[in-house]
């Protein structure tokens, strides 16, 4: 099992950045990839960015050029940073984690909201 609480949400204005942050626990030495989802009233869920246990990155289409994940492996903590930021990145965030094929874990979500 793995647990995951996620920080840094908040209220930014457009062209503004934020950082979250998630923090793992449990059965950490299982995590091959952490991330996160996002979803949008009205919308499905989206992915944003991942990072593997390699180091290796992946970006929305949407979020490229303003988007940089991490991790600190010694802390057992991700972080996306967000920049340039929209009206349409508001969302709920939600921190992931995979432990390998369907085992997803998931954080309790964090609220951005992006509006002036």
């Avoid at 944003?48 to 057992?76: E, L, P, Q, W």
């Amino acid at each position: 099992q793995v647990q995951l609480v996620e920080s840094g949400g908040g209220l930014v204005q457009p062209g503004g950045s934020l950082r979250l942050s998630c923090a793992a626990s449990g059965n950490i030495f299982s995590i091959n990839v952490m991330g996160w989802y996002r979803r949008a009233p009205g919308k499905e869920r989206e992915l944003v960015a991942f990072i593997t246990s390699g180091g290796s990155t992946h970006y929305a289409d949407s979020m490229k050029g303003r988007c940089t994940i991490s991790r600190d492996n010694a802390k057992n903590m991700v972080y996306m940073e967000m920049s340039s930021l929209k009206p349409e990145d508001t969302a709920v965030y939600y921190c992931y984690a995979n432990t390998g094929g369907r085992n997803l874990y998931w954080g309790q979500g964090a609220q951005v909201t992006v509006s002036s």
